[in-house]
């Protein structure tokens, strides 16, 4: 048992077996798709289009549609409500995934089964194997912020949670991961804990306890990980505490985690009055990772997409530590792996693992970036998806995905950009989300320009040494003409006149030719700031963990729909100053 064991989790043999799938793409697609319509030909949805057992991808293209998700919703709904026929697919979905909820307001249920648990598995494997071989690390522990979700059962009995509860609850993955890398320094009480409150202050109590042993800081999304830092500034002297008297903070009320944490802690006044001294010796907090935990090799997370925004904050605590971007997937599974770990997540690639879906790209040009249909049945204007050794380099394109838990040919809504190849699979560079869009008429600004136009804005903020904590924004159509509204929290209290600026800033760095010739012409009306008071982005998150969200799986919606009631309530009732632009 102990070779196969070592066999399994080799790193070379995990990357000798990626070579080897890489190096035929286009077989390998061809052979997964044949896999996912032999298992699966017999459902419901799949009989309806008339395959006639057929596998191969030409007749799958020409009969199966492209769908988005309110498309298969009504399938879902009726496997979450216990229909126990081969709806979606040929073996029954035993597990519901919900998303984080932050795109479109609520949770989104995805099937979840062994064969994405399967997936999730080997791109933990590959991408371990990669960056081991860059940043290779003994024996320690790793401070991972991993929070567990609320589960449910559905309406059939069905038990539902985030993918990131369902994965970590998973007793195969846990070998998985015991095997391949560090342990947690927190017991699985406070990863599973009902309250994240008390979870977070355990895990970074935990991580203090092994500060020499913890070799990686980790958390889903790199937010998770600014999040923890920026906590423990406000709780680091009741943490000291705790350790020198070798007592638990009153704060900690779950028994669970109490029993689980207390074993841990004994009076330790050396260890408390070094933590003591290194924060002392700090200058506004920089460096602080690597001051807190002197052998830590990488800061690890998702660091693509909405996450650049925390990149500044996240090297001001990592100092000179090299940050390492996770791979790419969503809810609805595994893309890619990143295989290149010494990139700089603003240039994070990941190469698409051809075995765990089939996958196509539609074209998507600079000047074609328009929201999502309602439904994807009718798109016969759009460019026809192209196969996954098709793509071309350096050209953009929004991702189908076939998987073997029940989505065909599903938009998943990302664009991306094809950045290079590995062997005969493409890397991906991600874009943004396509649907994330601030358009009124003729103006279409995705969420990647607005994040450029809050970062140029936001440099008038650090020369009066403040800081933005968080930001979103809304398309406000209430007035006529209509107008973008930004919201922002910032550290501290800042001058009307730097704010005036900023927001002047912010209209004139949305360069789209719709929205600068609106602006002119005054059919978009001038820009909105919004400052909010402190806390606010925290009440938000405080809402969607309250849906069922992880909280290492929250992401803060960059633009809020106005189906998005309580967000948008959230933010109006602590908007603190307002100020509309004069650039035009």
Known sequence: MLGKMEEIFDPEVVIEEFEDLSNDAGKVQRE????????NGEAEYLCQWGLDARTDPESFIACVPLVNHNDLEP???????????????????????????????????????????????????????????????????????????????????LTAGTATTNVYRNPQFK?????MQTPCCSPDEVIFGPDYHQSLYCHLLCGLIFR???????STFAHSIIHAFRTFEQVWEELVTDIREGSLSDRIKVLSIRVAVSKLLKPDPVLANTIFDKISGLSDWNGLIPELFPNTKYIYGIMTGSMEPYLKKLRHYAGQLPLLSADYGS??????????????????????????????????????????????????VEPQPVGLTEVKVGENYEIVVTNFAGLYRYRLGDLVKVKGFHNSTPE???????????????????????????????????????????????????????????FWEISHAAKDE???????????????????????VNTIGALELRILKPGTFHKIMDH???????VSQFKTPRCVGQNNTTVLQILSNNVVKSYLSTAY
């Open 498 to 520: 730097v704010l005036k600026e900023c927001c002047n800033c912010l209209d004139r760095s949305f360069v789209d030719a719709g929205y600068v010739s609106s602006r002119k």
């Open 32 to 39: 997964a798709l044949k896999k996912i319509l032999e298992e």
């Open 212 to 218: 020499e042993e913890v070799q990686v800081v980790s």
């Open 331 to 380: 809810s609805e599974g595994w893309i890619g792996v990143n295989v290149n770990p010494k990139l700089p997540p603003e240039m994070a690639t990941f190469a698409v693992l051809p075995n765990i879906g089939y996958f196509e790209f539609i074209p998507v040009k600079d000047d074609t970036n328009c929201p999502e249909q309602e439904s994807a049945y009718v798109s016969s």
């Open 75 to 157: 399938y879902i709904q009726r496997i979450a409500d216990g229909e126990t026929a081969s709806i979606l697919t040929g073996k029954p979905i035993t597990t519901i995934s919900l998303s984080s909820g932050t795109t479109q307001g609520k949770p989104k249920f995805v099937p979840f089964n062994d064969e994405l648990m399967e997936s999730t598995s080997q791109i933990y494997k590959t991408s371990f194997a990669f960056r081991n071989r860059e940043y290779p690390i003994g024996n320690g522990k790793a401070l991972q912020f991993i929070y567990s979700s609320k589960q449910f059962k559905t309406k059939g009995g």
């Open 428 to 486: 991906l560079q991600f874009v943004c989300r396509r649907n994330l869009l601030l358009t009124i008429n003729i103006d279409k600004n995705t969420e990647k320009d607005l994040q450029l136009a809050v970062e140029a804005a936001a440099t008038l903020l650090s020369e009066e040494k403040l800081e933005l904590l968080d930001f979103t924004s809304q398309v406000d159509t209430s007035t006529d003409p209509g107008h973008y509204v930004i």
């Open 175 to 179: 070998k998985t991961m015991s095997a």
């Open 544 to 550: 969607f963990v309250g849906l069922g969200a992880a």
